[in-house]
């Protein structure tokens, strides 16, 4: 891209479903953004050479610190390579993560070496998906109830990287050496704010930690993120927090023009769901929509992982395809919820989890194919990253942002594949939705 068309935001999101928060949260306020699947070639990036942000999908809050290294590591210098005034490392706002699985501080330590920065501003806080940090503890919403995150019903026990520190600062202590300072509440409410976390960053030699609990600290530090950005683009880590902290500065400086308007795309006559989720939430919306409308499938995933494993995936496409020939929208899920989970069985076969999101992508491609639909989801953040790869997808725009439920907006497919090309897709985490999820889908509402 020239200097006339460099991005303000470029981002790697770490799962497939946090890289699509992003994209909502720039495109529901005037920030144009495409989301690309794999790095693009030059002609595909400037079909989106319009767009103001430039999002790349990764997987690696399911990889190894060895992985990132091999993968993270040329992605962030593509980045780079924009010239975009941030780039940002998006991570899940439950900052889930361990030193052997989704390292935020390894991740951290490769954006810090190749924007060769002093230090690297962290913000986790979104009050917009009820997630906060106060004092460098984090907390999370669940039912209606706020969280300390390691006390969290779901996050303190997640199947692969539980919470068990609240404390960000000493959460992020195993997994890098580099240290972190606290740009704490009353520090960045101050009147000599601007002073204060000058000399914290001055002394920064690792990352610092911006608190965000509010719609007003996040103002205080979206400001202090744009005003400390350097000429060269400014890497940052964090949530979909740094978006929208930064899109209250950006407003400030006139670089937007406010809320975007998104036509509603109406009802879809059937759809097609994948799952391989294991979250309650996710369990409650697979029951409401099997109570509304939808054939509810469960899968065997270690049939699946098989020996027999082809045979299994056939009929798992058949069994689906009975149900959308029958005019039926269809689930298959892998799990009905924590009490369904296999996931230790699962982790006894090497490189199980990744080929089990791509068995789901390949189930979802044929029901698309065979019965020409035009919309579908995936829910599960790591599934998602490895099922879409599946369907030829290579880029993604937003086509309906969901408000109520932010994180997880109807998007548009952009590929070469025609059976996909156009396909709209929902992108679900495990976390995210309200229990009317699938059907709101659907039926293409805001509710």
């Given amino acids: 891209m020239t200097a006339q068309t460099n991005p303000l935001l470029s981002y790697y999101g770490d799962d497939l479903t946090g890289s699509t928060d992003v994209m909502e949260a720039l495109a529901s306020n005037g920030v144009e953004t495409v989301l690309f699947i794999d790095m693009p070639d030059e002609a595909l990036l400037q079909r989106f050479g319009h767009c103001r942000a430039i999002g790349l999908a990764g997987t690696s809050r399911s990889e190894t610190p060895d992985w990132m290294d091999k993968h993270l590591t040329p992605a962030l210098r593509w980045l780079k390579g924009l010239g975009a005034d941030i780039c940002h490392y ?65 996050m303190s026990r997640h199947p692969v990287t539980p919470m068990a520190e609240a404390d960000l600062r000493l959460h992020l202590s195993a997994q890098t050496a580099l240290k972190t300072r606290l740009a704490d509440l009353s520090m960045l409410a101050a009147s000599d704010a601007d002073d204060t976390v000058d000399d914290v960053c001055r002394d920064a030699g690792g990352m610092v930690l911006f608190d965000v609990d509010s719609l007003e600290s996040q103002s205080h530090a979206g400001r202090q993120l744009w005003r400390l950005r350097r000429h060269g683009g400014w890497f940052v880590a964090g949530s979909s927090g740094v978006e929208y902290a930064l899109l209250t500065a950006w407003s400030v400086a006139g670089l937007t023009k406010g809320k975007t308007t998104f036509p509603l795309p109406g009802k879809a006559d059937r759809i097609a769901v ?149 396909l709209q897709i929902a992108l679900k985490g495990g976390q995210v939705g309200s229990d009317g999820y699938f059907a709101q889908i659907r039926d293409g509402l805001q509710v």
């Avoid at 979104?126 to 969290?152: C, S």
């Fill in 90 to 154: 998006k991570v899940c706002s439950t900052f889930d993560s361990s030193p052997t699985i989704g390292s935020i501080g390894k991740a951290v330590e490769i954006g810090k070496a190749v924007f060769d920065q002093a230090y690297v501003p962290v913000l986790v806080g979104a009050p917009q998906l009820k997630r906060y940090t106060a004092f460098g503890h984090l907390f999370a919403a669940y039912q209606g109830e706020v969280y300390r995150i390691d006390r969290h019903p779901v």
């Fill in 274 to 422: 994948v799952s391989g989720s294991v979250s309650p939430t996710t369990e409650r919306q697979i029951r409401h929509a099997t109570q509304n409308g939808f054939a509810g499938i469960n899968l065997d995933p270690l049939e699946l992982l098989g020996e027999n494993g082809n045979a299994a995936l056939e009929r798992a496409i058949a069994r689906g395809l009975d149900s959308l020939k029958r005019g039926e929208s269809v689930i298959l899920n892998t799990a009905l919820g924590p009490s369904a989970d296999r996931g230790g069985d699962i982790d006894r076969i090497p490189g199980s989890r990744h080929r089990l999101g791509r068995l789901l992508g390949t189930i979802l491609r044929r029901l698309v194919e065979e019965q020409q639909l035009t919309r579908a989801v995936i829910a599960g953040g790591d599934t998602s990253s490895h099922a879409l790869r599946e369907l030829h997808v290579q880029a993604l725009t937003t086509l309906l942002p969901l408000p109520q439920t932010p994180g997880s907006p109807l998007c548009t497919a952009h590929g070469i594949y025609a059976p996909t090309n156009g």
